[in-house]
């Protein structure tokens, strides 16, 4: 059998889907970022059932409940992983039981973005499954939460990095940001993920982090003074004035973009034009 090498040509002509995170406070218009994608193709991942927002948007969605839903439509969506054993859960074996339950996973080929709000649901539900496990109790059987965190842990990367490795869709997490102030009173920001591992991981794991913010700019008023107006923004490089969480790997974003997803998608794949 030849070495399976890529050509540059052929590994250009792919096509990538763009995986990213998109945190930001409570409130400040995360779930309306789906207002800027298509809605014939794009998926909405609801675990927060908070679409009031866009009430009036005809996006089709899916309504997990359990970590076990998440995980089951993550094995769905991504197909299955050739590498994992027959008793592991992205397993092909798994995948044959999730489509006996889905149908057909061509369902979703007409679908090119996912957005899954939010990851911070998504860990909560994931460590409440994870303190019900043999592995999070000890001999005796009572609860032990160092070992409930651990395997929270495992299971969000593997979550994530299965997500990560649907090639041919772009796979959008948004969550919650907090705001918080280190032992020298010097503000910092963290995702509002259970555990510390998953929050730590995931920058490593998506292309793109972004931080969607309210910053100071200044105009004019009608006498003509120069006034302070807050407006939201993306913010995009990890080197930013505000520490905000924050990466770029296309190169191809500015630090402050307009908070507008469909756009930013069109800047990132620019490259191909």
């Known amino acids: 059998m030849p070495l399976p090498i890529i050509s540059a040509d052929q590994r250009l002509a792919e096509h990538r889907g763009i995986k990213g995170c998109i945190f930001g406070k409570s409130g400040i218009g995360k779930t309306s970022l789906l207002k800027t994608l298509d809605p014939a193709t794009t998926l909405f991942f609801d675990l927060e059932a908070g679409d009031l927002a866009i009430g009036d948007w005809p996006v089709t969605s899916i309504r997990p409940q359990t970590w076990e839903e998440c995980r089951d439509f993550a094995l769905f969506i991504g197909g299955a992983n050739p590498t994992h054993r027959p ?3 992205y397993s092909p074996t798994r995948f044959k039981e999730v489509c006996e339950k889905f149908g057909n996973p061509d369902s979703l080929d007409g679908y090119e973005t996912i957005f899954i ?20 109790k000890t001999a005796s059987g009572k609860p032990d939460n160092r070992s409930a965190y651990g395997l929270h842990g495992q299971e969000m990367i593997a979550w994530l ?51 969607m913010a309210e910053l100071k700019g200044w105009e004019k008023d009608k006498d003509g003074k120069d006034i302070e107006v807050p407006y939201r923004a993306f ?7 505000d520490n905000y969480p924050a990466k770029d790997r296309s190169g191809k974003l500015d ?7 469909g756009n930013l998608m069109k800047k990132i794949n620019s490259f191909k034009h």
């Not at 990851?119 to 303190?131: E, N, P, Y």
């Not at 630090?255 to 997803?261: F, G, N």
Request: aromatic share 10%; glycine share 6%; net charge negative.
């Open 87 to 89: 008793e592991q859960f």
């Open 117 to 136: 709000d939010s990851i911070t649901v998504a860990g909560r539900l994931c460590f409440q499954w994870c303190k019900g496990q043999p592995e999070a």
């Open 161 to 211: 990095t299965h997500l990560q490795h649907t090639r041919h869709k772009n796979i959008w997490f948004v969550g919650i940001l907090d705001e918080k102030m280190d032992d020298f009173n010097r503000r910092y920001y963290q995702p509002q993920i259970e555990g510390s591992k998953t929050g730590l991981e995931l920058p490593g794991i998506v292309d793109q982090v972004i931080t």
């Open 235 to 241: 913010v995009c490089h990890t080197l930013n004035p």
């Open 255 to 261: 630090c402050i973009e307009q908070p507008h997803l």
